[in-house]
């Protein structure tokens, strides 16, 4: 796992963004998972503005980690919707070539079975962006999660509900399942990139990175990986004991073919 410390948020960020740009400039046909959450939202701004200034998504092809089962595509606090205003519509992806699980399929776990067929012949995930949740989720795969487990329906904890209240009208009750890919499924992927910024999300990325490798944690599967990268700002990493062990980003430093 390499771990790379950012002095802010901001460079974070975009560090984050200049190793997904380098991934589709030298594959022009990559296939990348995407993440949703509140992390997420300044890197899909920056991505937006590459492609103002020449990145194209043209042939990039995406599978989103989750979705909210009982939410339909058009619904606004589905990922569908998150996705759609916070980055396809601002970028030239084809709109084809951009899939998430349908929350609203009759049948959620025929749905959920389909999803990792499509992902297979899509050639599999070339670049895995993932966030973390404060109890250690990727994806939705909450504590306890089998590490070896294929995109199916889990049940959402009532703290990964309550972060999440914020994105639904007052009054309407986050939905308790979710279809999402399982930690298999992301560890399928050829690289995965982990971006995690704000204090709220050191314990958990302290228990990913040196913590024991568990189901209790869902995202220290990662250290499994044979390519996983983690990027953080110094707010998330500072419950790391293993500071020397760690990458320190200099601001204004480009990222170098070690990153
Ligand atoms: O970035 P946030 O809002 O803290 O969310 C953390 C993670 O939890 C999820 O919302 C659940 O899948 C992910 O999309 C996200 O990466």
Known sequence: ?????????????????ELIETQVRSRPRTVLGLATGGTMEPLYRRLSELHRASLSFAGVVTFNLDEYVGLS???????????????????DIDPQNAHLPRGDAADPRAEADAYDRRIEEAGGIDLQLLGIGRNGHIGFNEPT????????????????????????DAGTEPPAYAITMGVGTILDAKHCLLLATGASKAPAVAAMVEGPLSAACPASALQLHRKATVVLDQAAAAELRLTDYYHHVHPGGKASPFD
């Open 73 to 91: 595509p058009d619904h606004p606090a589905s990922y569908h919707s998150y996705m759609q205003e916070r980055l396809f519509d601002h970028i």
């Open 1 to 17: 796992m390499k771990v790379l410390i950012c002095e802010t948020h901001e460079a974070a960020i975009n560090r984050t963004a």
């Open 145 to 168: 999660s089998s590490l070896n487990s294929r995109t199916r329906i889990k049940t959402l904890t009532r703290s990964t509900r309550e972060a999440n209240r914020p994105y639904f």
